[in-house]
């Protein structure tokens, strides 16, 4: 059976960005099942601890613009730092993603376009006409997509998502989990192909 990892994610996070290309990678090398969840990471945030960049300590803004480019430059990844349309309310957005997986459809090709649009194009993903122009083009139907975005039954799962991630330790986007075993930040990717490689079990906390 193929090995599972879960993804706590928010189309929100410029990490989720440089990291999407190379975890699709690891999912083709180790034919991965992959359980995409969509995260409202300023809900996440504030029941773990975090702040929202505006209210981090300069020193920290500081640290995170310098390592963006870092990465950026390491994965050969365009990267806009100051996109025009970002911060946005990712909710709709988000939405998407659960509403392609209540279809029963795989999101990962809209998720990487839509990553794609924020942090190379500065498109925004509050428009709806841009969501279905991203929709479609990975093959979706938008219009369903999108109207499936703003159900009930997509904000409980989007809820039930955070719950889950707060219950499991994870505290930010990426997180890749797997057997129980938070992988934050999409530079831990190398970690966790080595985890996947030799099938060692999973570490814990002692508390």
């Not at 969509?38 to 920290?60: I, M």
Request: aromatic letters at 10%; proline letters at 7%; hydrophobic letters at 45%.
């Amino acid at each position: 059976m193929p090995r599972r990892v879960d993804v706590y994610f928010s189309l929100l996070s410029p990490w989720a960005h440089l990291g999407h290309a190379p975890f699709t990678e690891l999912v083709a090398k180790h034919g991965l099942e992959v359980a995409w969840k969509p995260v409202q990471l300023g809900a996440l945030f504030a029941e773990t601890g975090g702040l929202p960049l505006g209210k981090r300590a300069v020193q920290r803004q500081r640290y995170r613009f310098v390592e963006l480019q870092r990465w950026a430059a390491k994965r050969g990844r365009p990267l806009v730092l100051r996109p025009k349309h970002w911060p946005f309310e990712p909710d709709l957005a988000d939405g998407c993603v659960l509403s392609l997986l209540e279809q029963g459809e795989d999101p990962a090709g809209f998720i990487g376009a839509a990553l794609r649009a924020v942090w190379e194009e500065e498109r925004d993903l509050t428009d709806r006409a841009t969501l279905a122009e991203l929709l479609t083009a990975a093959g979706h139907d938008a219009a369903r997509t999108l109207a499936g975005a703003e159900t009930p039954s997509t904000a409980a799962a989007y809820e039930a998502n955070r719950a889950a991630a707060a219950a499991g330790s994870v505290f930010g986007s990426p997180a890749y989990v797997l057997d129980g075993e938070v992988f934050w930040g999409q530079d831990r990717l190398d970690l966790l192909d080595e985890a996947l490689e030799t099938g060692r079990p999973p570490y814990t906390a002692d508390f």
